[in-house]
């Protein structure tokens, strides 16, 4: 178990470019989350995937924000035209299939994607 | 809407003080409630969590109780180390709306706490 991983730590882009962040969950968790922390705040959901299916998408995602998990393994999500309002930490987070019983899953979350949007 | 109010930092404290961070919480519903904590240049930690009401979580001398009567979940620590110093998150989980019992989590603000010796 290596944890949840995230590449790249830091990316520094240009306004309108596009940008694309890959996570790697611990291995056979099959629910994965992705939240966006800017500075001074909690972090704030943005979408979620069990396997490969997208089942929640937060207002906050707007159309220039994708994010896909195929095969229901690493996830990436890619920001298209970039604006300076999205710089922020991206984290990513998985959490493993619930036992029977079980109330609450527990999420593991990755050291983030820091974007810088000049 | 789902929403986790905690108190304001930073905290600044002496080693060996006892440590109180308020996290108060509105929801309907029983969601569970967490405490996370960050240490500098790492990445969101689980540090403890309660279930239901009146359940106790603790880890690393930390504890919180969960308050259904005042909708509270305050962190507490009898005497903090330097180690200690790190910016701590109250969460609550929300059910996501698609049926199913996986949930998001919904943060408050965060408390920096520092430690000196």
């Known amino acids: 178990d290596t944890g949840v991983s995230q590449n790249p730590r830091h990316k520094i882009t240009k306004r309108g470019q596009n940008v694309t962040f890959r996570c790697d969950p611990i291995?056979?968790?099959?629910?994965l989350y992705w939240y966006r922390q800017t500075l001074g705040q909690g972090p704030e959901f943005l979408t979620y995937?069990?396997?490969?299916?997208?089942?929640?998408k937060s207002r906050l995602l707007s159309d220039r924000f994708s994010a896909e998990r195929p095969k229901g393994s690493f996830s990436t999500l890619e920001i298209q035209r970039t604006e300076q309002g999205d710089s922020a930490m991206y984290l990513c987070?998985?959490?493993?299939?619930?036992?029977?019983?079980?109330?609450?899953?527990?999420?593991?979350f990755g050291p983030g994607t820091r974007l810088t949007v000049l | 809407g789902n929403s986790v109010t905690q108190m304001e930092g930073p905290v600044t404290l002496s080693e060996e003080a006892f440590l109180t961070i308020n996290c108060t919480y509105t929801?309907?519903?029983?969601?569970?409630l967490f405490w996370y904590v960050q240490y500098p240049g790492e990445g969101l930690q689980l540090l403890l969590k309660?279930?239901?009401?009146?359940d106790k979580g603790s880890n690393k001398g930390f504890e919180a109780t969960y308050r259904k009567e005042t909708t509270s979940f305050h962190l507490e620590k009898g005497s903090v180390q330097v180690s200690d110093s790190a910016v701590y998150f109250c969460?609550?989980?929300?059910?996501?709306?698609?049926?199913?019992?996986?949930?998001?989590?919904?943060f408050g603000t965060g408390t920096l706490l520092a430690v000196q010796p």
């Open positions: 929801a309907t519903g029983y969601p569970s």
């Open positions: 291995s056979e968790h099959n629910r």
């Open positions: 987070a998985s959490s493993p299939r619930r036992d029977p019983g079980n109330v609450t899953d527990t999420q593991y």
């Open positions: 995937f069990q396997n490969e299916a997208q089942l929640e």
């Open positions: 969460a609550l989980s929300d059910r996501i709306n698609y049926g199913g019992a996986t949930n998001k989590l919904i």
């Open positions: 309660a279930t239901k009401a009146d």
